[in-house]
Nanobody, 124 residues
Framework: QVQLVESGGGLVQAGGSLRLSCAAS????????MAWFRQAPGKEREFVAVISWSDGSTYYADSVKGRVTASRDYAKNTVQLQMNSLKPEDTAVYYCAARIGHGLGHDIDDMNYWGQGTRVTVSS
């Protein structure tokens, strides 16, 4: 089992920045992929970013590309999501997820573990 706990959400003005963190505990295999998803009120959960734990390669949704950076910290067993130039449409609950395996596949149905989410609100 892998437990995921997100932190770092909050209220920020448009144009501001936030840094989300996802701490993993329990079974933490090196062959895993960490992803971020978000769900806005009344909308489906959608993909934001994915990072390979083994080599750090990343892939981003078009809606956040250029504004968001995913990274990992081996020592702390965490992944981060640095979000800049935030827009009101970025308002959502952000979820960290993990898939055991390789590559950058990020199909929501393939994720093995989920965190509880952290709320991000961007005011205009």
């Amino acid at each position: 089992q892998v437990q995921l706990v997100e932190s770092g959400g909050g209220l920020v003005q448009a144009g501001g920045s936030l840094r989300l963190s996802c701490a993993a505990s329990g079974r933490s295999p090196s062959a895993r992929v960490m992803a971020w998803f978000r769900q806005a009120p009344g909308k489906e959960r959608e993909f934001v970013a994915v990072i390979s734990w083994s080599d750090g390669s990343t892939y981003y949704a078009d809606s956040v590309k250029g504004r968001v950076t995913a990274s990992r910290d081996y020592a702390k067993n965490t992944v981060q999501l640095q979000m800049n130039s935030l827009k009101p449409e970025d308002t959502a609950v952000y979820y960290c997820a993990a898939r055991i395996g390789h590559g950058l596949g990020h199909d929501i149905d393939d994720m093995n573990y989920w965190g509880q989410g952290t709320r991000v609100t961007v005011s205009s």
